[in-house]
């Protein structure tokens, strides 16, 4: 095989200050996609944020963003994975809460 | 009762409209410069308030739970893991010694990747790129089986179970064999296919099958037998919004409570007056009934709460219900964490070699 490919690649015709930017990440699907799409518009200095899978039989998804004030996109995919991930461990410690304290139903399941 | 408060139900900006034709208002709007003069920029003081997390039902093999207050593409995150990506461990590969049944070799390989297995998949690696099975990323089973003649079955008998040994070949015949420090690991529950009584072949007197299988962890994506749940599903909640100016004729209030799941809507027997009743109004299967009948015109609007996901999730086994959906955010923090690393690496070297000048 040749050389591995990398998790993350700038696509070309990026601004050289990488204000605007398509970033190509590797082996990631609509499931990152769509939830870092998210959280990276939730941020005011985007101007512009979308994902696509460019076809089926490739094995990655293109993420564009495009930044107000000549801000780095780079920093910004940087915080938005930062915030997803605490957005992990804020729903992970909410589940474990409510199942050690809620009154739920118990069943008996036949399978 | 309809207060439109941030964090009501009845706030409009959380509805999704069920029209009789069409649904409208799907789109989520909580974006920085959407609404005017309103922040609405990730502020995770402020998701924690508004998350809410609630298991409402757990059984052995399934689990219910709500989950308020994130949006669309975070809950179907969750989904997609738990379907593709949380592994388990499967058979993968099959050797057979002797196969006289009639069932071919492929066909019946195939058969055994789909067996659940009770294995826990924390306690095994994923195999390497280069494919080496060690005693910490394989499991090996074997079956041996010969089908015989029963030579004390009634001479009139017809049932192949009592006129023959062993005629069905079924997932308790798989035996695992340990190796090397297995034994000690799975202590107390050795690997075995969670129902022993699924049925593999049939059998008839003088076919044997003699096979050797090495059991992998692998992920959903790559094959659906490595899935680690039946269905990992959710639902919005439905909302049904009666419109105060216009109520239910008393006379046609049993016929409105009809157009509804049994449940949801309560008529008052003394004065025929319709409500909502709100603890039951999961319930509603929005069939939209309600629309066909033009006396309702206007009686009553359909929604749905957009962030407000009602999650079913059913266990295939491998993992007990309540630990799935850790599993899936373990997961999904891992593949942040991968692309973050990433990311950090390229952003040091557009800074470092200056080929790219960073901005700000």
């Known amino acids: ?111 | 009762m309809a207060s439109t408060s941030a964090h009501s139900l009845y706030d409009p900006r959380r509805h999704v409209r069920v029209d009789p034709e069409r649904v409208r208002d799907v789109s989520s709007t909580d974006f920085p410069g959407y609404w005017p003069d309103e922040d609405h920029s990730w502020n995770l003081e402020k998701f924690k308030e508004r998350l809410r997390v609630t298991v409402t039902r757990v059984s052995n093999r399934s689990i219910e739970f709500d989950m308020v207050g994130v949006d669309a593409s975070i809950a179907n995150a969750f989904r997609r893991i738990l379907i593709a990506e949380v592994p388990t461990v499967c058979i993968e590969n099959v050797y057979v010694h002797d196969n006289t049944s009639v069932m071919v070799d492929e066909v019946f390989a195939h058969r055994l990747g789909m067996i659940p297995l009770n294995v826990d998949p924390a306690l095994m690696e994923m195999r390497d790129s280069t494919g080496q099975a060690t005693d910490r990323n394989t499991l090996v089973f074997r079956v041996n089986v010969t089908c015989t003649r029963n030579k004390s079955s009634p001479k009139d008998e017809t049932d192949p179970a009592v006129l023959y040994h062993d005629a069905e070949v079924l997932s308790s015949h798989l035996k695992w064999e340990p190796a090397g420090e297995q034994e000690a690991v799975f202590e107390g529950k050795p690997p075995a296919p969670t129902n022993p009584d699924i049925v593999l072949m049939k059998l008839r007197p003088g076919q044997e099958v003699d096979i050797e299988m090495h059991a992998v962890k692998g992920v959903g994506k790559d094959h659906a037998k490595f899935s680690p749940v039946a269905t990992a599903s959710y639902r919005i909640l439905p909302l049904i919004v009666l419109n105060p100016e216009k109520p239910v004729p008393p006379h046609l209030a049993a016929k409105f409570q009809k157009c509804f799941s049994p449940g949801v809507i309560d008529v008052d027997p003394q004065t025929q007056e319709v409500s909502v009743n709100e603890g039951n109004m999961r319930k509603e299967t929005m069939s939209r009934e309600v629309h066909r009948h033009p006396e309702f015109k206007g009686c009553v609007e359909l929604k749905r709460v957009r962030d407000y996901f009602l999650f079913n999730i059913e266990s295939e086994g491998a993992y007990t219900p309540e630990r799935l959906f850790p599993e899936s955010i373990k997961v999904m923090r891992e593949k942040i964490a991968n692309i973050r690393k990433a990311a950090q690496v390229l952003s040091s070297e557009s800074q470092g070699t200056g080929d790219v000048e960073m901005g700000g």
């Open chain 1, 1 to 111: 095989m040749a050389e591995p490919i990398p998790k993350i690649r700038i696509l070309k015709g990026a601004a050289p200050d990488l204000s605007a930017a398509t970033y190509q990440i590797h082996n990631e699907s609509h499931t990152i996609g769509n939830a870092l799409r998210w959280m990276i518009m939730k941020n005011p200095k985007v101007e512009f944020c979308g994902y696509s899978l460019p076809h089926p039989s490739e094995n990655h998804i293109h993420v564009r963003i495009q930044m107000y004030d000549n801000l780095s996109s780079l920093d910004a995919l940087i915080e938005a994975l930062d915030n997803l991930d605490d957005l992990c461990s804020t729903i992970d410690d909410a589940y474990t809460v409510s199942l050690r304290r809620d009154k739920y139903e118990v069943w008996d399941e036949k399978s």
